[in-house]
Every structure is written in C-alpha cells, then in structure tokens.
Nanobody, 115 residues
Framework: QVQLVESGGGLVQPGGSLRLSCAAS????????MGWYRQAPGKQRELVAT???????NYADSVKGRFTISRDSAKNTVYLQMDSLKPEDTAIYYC?????????WGQGTQVTVSS
C-alpha cells in the first residue's frame, strides 16, 4: 500500500522559513517524477516545484529563488525548503508521485504565513 505523508507545515511570519517533508512507504520513489503542489481556499491546486527521476528541478515563477525541492533516496523522502515566505504562500501543500500507472497524493500539510 502506497502512502505519502507530509509534515513540517505551520504558522510562520513573513520572511520566515519552513521545511516540508514527504515520507513515502510502499514505494521507492527516487526513480519517479515528484512534485509539491499547493491549494489556497477558493483556488485550484497549483504546481509549486517538481523534480524528475533524473534530478531535474523546475519551479513555479512565484517561488523561484525562494523554494528548493530536494530528495533523500536513503530515507525515501522529498523535501521542500521554503525561504522568504510571503502571505500569498499560505495554502495546503501536497506531495505527489507520478508512476507509470497512476499518481499518488499525500494528505497535505497547512502552511500559514501571517504576522
């Protein structure tokens, strides 16, 4: 059974930092494309960052230079380091893994950026 569990969200002031983690079980995801998405109230889910099986990273324009996606194959975990956070970054953040058969999603972790 494949399960993705996000953690690391919380409340942070503008300009602060958070590090999100996505731990996988039932799958070794270092060979798959992985991504972080977010969804704010009243908005559609949007892509934040992706990393391919070949470790090629891409970012939404809104987070370039502030967020970094990375993976630790030994821990079967993908991370999203978020620096210089802005109120508009407030959303539920989801981890996704794309396989040959289907996508898997985590349950999400809330990030709130507010003073």
């Amino acid at each position: 059974q494949v399960q993705l569990v996000e953690s690391g969200g919380g409340l942070v002031q503008p300009g602060g930092s958070l590090r999100l983690s996505c731990a996988a079980s039932g799958i070794i995801f270092n060979i798959y494309a992985m991504g972080w998405y977010r969804q704010a109230p009243g908005k559609q889910r949007e892509l934040v960052a992706t990393v391919t099986g070949g470790d090629i990273s891409n970012y939404a324009d809104s987070v370039k230079g502030r967020f970094t996606i990375s993976r630790d194959s030994a821990k079967n975990t993908v991370y999203l380091q978020m620096d210089s956070l802005k109120p508009e970054d407030t959303a539920i953040y989801y981890c996704k893994v794309t396989t040959a058969f289907r996508d898997y999603w985590g349950q999400g972790t809330q990030v709130t950026v507010s003073s």
